[in-house]
T-cell receptor, first 114, second 116 residues
């Protein structure tokens, strides 16, 4: 079992819809959580960064972490066609060398239809 | 634009050939990572540099793979005797010193390798 599980989709929604993207994780050592957006044939770009349980809002995006259930969510309000991309959840972990390398989920491919 | 550049963007090679990729992070990036991403999967960690020191290598990094970061600036990833299973996107990421939980890593656009 991978340490970060994510439904790969694809997910297709009409423009203006509220999108909910979710991940679960199994490693209790994970403390920080990120959401990356990756357009086709591009590198991932950081969208949101959260620590501990609770919500964090940035414009149309809200990241939510529930550590008790090891559940991570990203909500997109008023979705736009430009939001069409693959969304990756990730968490850094230090294996002892100070690397804090990221463990990613598989990514969920989102299409927002005009 | 994250300021992290990778070269080449695409590489097609025949099985058994050696290939080398280059990553140029911005000068402030003491941390440098290489990841591999196959179709339908998230990026997987390969190796980590703190300045010029290679401090961690994933079990994914077989003996055919070698990475360097001379002088703590640009980095190269070489794959010897390529196999079809090496076909993937190779991503480089850079970041500042880890402080107070800030582990943001800035990814380059990646090098897409196809082994035929």
């Amino acid at each position: 079992q991978k340490e970060v599980e994510q439904d790969p989709g694809p997910l297709s929604v009409p423009e203006g819809a509220i999108v909910s993207l979710n991940c679960t994780y199994s490693n209790s050592a994970f403390q920080y959580f990120m959401w990356y957006r990756q357009y086709s044939r591009k590198g991932p770009e950081l969208l949101m960064y959260t620590y501990s349980s609770g919500n964090k809002e940035d414009g149309r995006f809200t990241a939510q972490v529930d550590k008790s259930s090891k559940y991570i969510s990203l909500f997109i309000r008023d979705s736009q066609p430009s939001d069409s991309a693959t969304y990756l959840c990730a968490s850094p972990e230090d294996s002892g060398a100070g690397s804090y390398q990221l463990t990613f989920g598989k990514g969920t491919k989102l299409s927002v239809i005009p | 634009d994250t300021g992290v550049s990778q070269d080449p963007r695409h590489k097609i090679t025949k099985r058994g050939q050696n290939v080398t990729f280059r990553c140029d992070p911005i000068s402030e990036h003491n941390r440098l990572y290489w990841y591999r991403q196959t179709l339908g999967q998230g990026p997987e960690f390969l190796t980590y540099f703190q300045n010029e020191a290679q401090l961690e290598k994933s079990r994914l990094l077989s003996d055919r793979f070698s990475a360097e970061r001379p002088k703590g600036s640009f980095s190269t990833l070489e794959i010897q005797r390529t196999e079809q299973g090496d076909s993937a996107m190779y991503l480089c990421a850079g970041g500042d010193d880890y402080l107070n939980g800030d582990t943001e890593a800035f990814f380059g656009q990646g090098t897409r390798l196809t082994v035929v």
